[in-house]
């Protein structure tokens, strides 16, 4: 399977404290993305990493790739309630208009 | 303010029932993709379409059509439904630019029960 893999599959913090997932994917890709997607809701993109780039930063949200190990880091800082949600990578398909989306993240914040 | 729409949010069909979902978009983007998500797993993508042209899944069962009539709106056909389609059912567009670093946008998505 192409599918990317992300850990862990669910976290649960206290509100205030910071969030880390993790995400690798299996082949070369031009830009990796983010997405946060609430409990019965759509996808929503968060932030988009090129793959030039090492790190960026968004709000309280920080990215980083590594290309050489095919990995991605998703940062959110001084979580919320609201950050409660599951986060997915996603990476396009070489030669292709599709995305492989990794396995999902699912992180609840504790008020 | 520029979307993606599905209709209906929630939807209630008949084992065996053909049953259509809609997904509008007012951003003009040139490829639409529908996917089906079960409970805690990813989007799984049954097929997309660049501008009329057509791409399925490999895996997307028979079952499963797709129409788009023009650019703003593509349908989800399920021929008859069974028991293992009730799912989240999302539509995504996005714009491909030159440099192909184009996002998703995704609709609210549509649940399906079968019953």
């Known amino acids: 399977s192409q599918q990317g893999e992300e850990d862990p599959q669910a976290l649960s913090i206290q509100e205030g404290e910071n969030a880390t997932m993790n995400c690798s994917y299996k082949?070369?890709?031009?830009?990796l993305q983010w997405y946060r997607q609430n409990s019965g809701r759509g996808l929503v993109h968060l932030i988009l990493?090129?793959?030039?780039?090492r790190e960026k930063h968004s709000g309280r949200l920080r990215v980083t790739l590594d290309t050489s190990k095919k990995s991605s880091s998703l940062l959110i800082t001084a979580s919320r309630a609201a950050d409660t949600a599951s986060y997915f990578c996603a990476t396009p398909s070489s030669g292709t208009y599709k995305y492989i989306f990794g396995t999902g993240t699912r992180l609840k914040v504790l008020a | 303010d520029a979307m993606v729409i599905q209709n209906p949010r929630y939807q209630v069909t008949q084992f065996g029932k053909p049953v259509t979902l809609s997904c509008s978009q007012t951003l003009n983007h040139n490829v639409m993709y529908w996917y089906q998500q079960k409970s805690s797993q990813a989007p799984k993508l049954l097929f997309h379409?660049?501008?009329?042209?057509?791409?399925n899944e490999a895996d997307t069962p028979d079952n499963f059509q797709s129409r788009r009539p023009n650019t703003s709106f593509c349908f989800l056909d399920i021929r008859s439904p069974g028991l293992g389609d009730a799912a989240m059912y999302l539509c995504?567009?996005?714009?491909?630019?030159?440099?192909?670093?184009?996002?998703?946008?995704f609709g609210p998505g549509t649940r399906l029960l079968v019953l």
């Open positions: 379409y660049y501008d009329k042209d057509f791409n």
């Open positions: 990493i090129r793959s030039n780039e």
């Open positions: 995504a567009t996005s714009s491909l630019n030159r440099d192909r670093q184009e996002t998703q946008y």
């Open positions: 082949t070369s890709i031009n830009n």
